[in-house]
């Protein structure tokens, strides 16, 4: 089963920093966020394997958005 990853707060898509099929360690930032002119990095709290990723740079996210999931 998949683990999600969801924002945690309004905020825009900054960046996206890894790929589907990239592996991932604990610590590893995969999302990068921006609100009220400061940057936010999102990171993962397992390893594995991004498995799909449901946002693109400039996109607006809500609290509680799954934004990638891990396998």
Partial sequence: MAEEVRAELVANIAK???KVGDAVQPG???ILLESMKMEIPMLVEFAGTVAAIHVQ???V???GDIVVEIA
Wanted: glycine letters at 8%; zero cysteines.
């Fill in 28 to 30: 590893d930032m995969v």
């Fill in 16 to 18: 996206v920093v890894v």
């Fill in 61 to 63: 996210v809500q609290e």
């Fill in 57 to 59: 740079e400039g996109d």
